[in-house]
């Protein structure tokens, strides 16, 4: 099915008001085809950090409905391109060419994770800074190949 012209990309966004059963302030993917058409998905858990989204949506109850959501910079990995500090105290500072993760919490607020190399291996921590929309400005997104293996298969 085609997406509809006057609705927005499909990716994450946060509610800006109730859409159906998603109040306010809801991160939700939305997807501006599908049946029974256009509509949000709720999280149903994270996974290493990001967001995970229900097989079946809210559909809109029409195009105007798509004006209250708020669109977000894609969960991943990104580079810090400035120096910044996760909050107005100074809790911790990123430094230039850093590499994070960007993830969500439940009210669509960011949040950046910082990894560590452990015994040879990137390590990603369940816990990370909670930062604003202004801070999100200095990060920039790392393209990383994205696999899905099936259940059965080895890993090397």
Not at 1 to 12: A, Y
Not at 19 to 34: E, K, M, Q, S, T
Not at 59 to 85: H, I, S
Not at 87 to 109: I, M, S, T, W
Request: charged share 20%.
């Amino acid at each position: 099915m085609t997406s509809v012209p006057d609705l927005p990309p499909c990716g994450l966004y946060r509610t800006l008001a109730p859409i159906g059963a998603a109040p306010a302030g809801r991160l939700v993917f939305f997807h501006n085809h599908g049946e029974p058409g256009p509509g949000i998905y709720l999280p149903t858990g994270w996974s290493a950090n990001r967001a995970q989204f229900a097989e079946s949506g809210i559909p809109l109850d029409g195009p105007a409905q798509a004006a209250q959501l708020e669109p977000l910079p894609e969960q991943g990995l990104y580079r810090v391109t400035r120096e910044f500090w996760c909050c107005e105290k100074h809790c911790r500072r990123f430094e230039p060419e850093l590499l994070v993760q960007l993830g969500y919490n439940g009210a669509g607020e960011a949040i950046v994770f910082t990894p560590e190399w452990v015994e040879g291996a990137l390590v990603f921590p369940e816990r990370g800074f909670p930062i604003d929309r202004p801070r999100m400005a200095a990060l920039a997104p790392l393209r990383v190949p994205v696999v899905r293996r099936a259940p059965t298969d080895p890993v090397h």
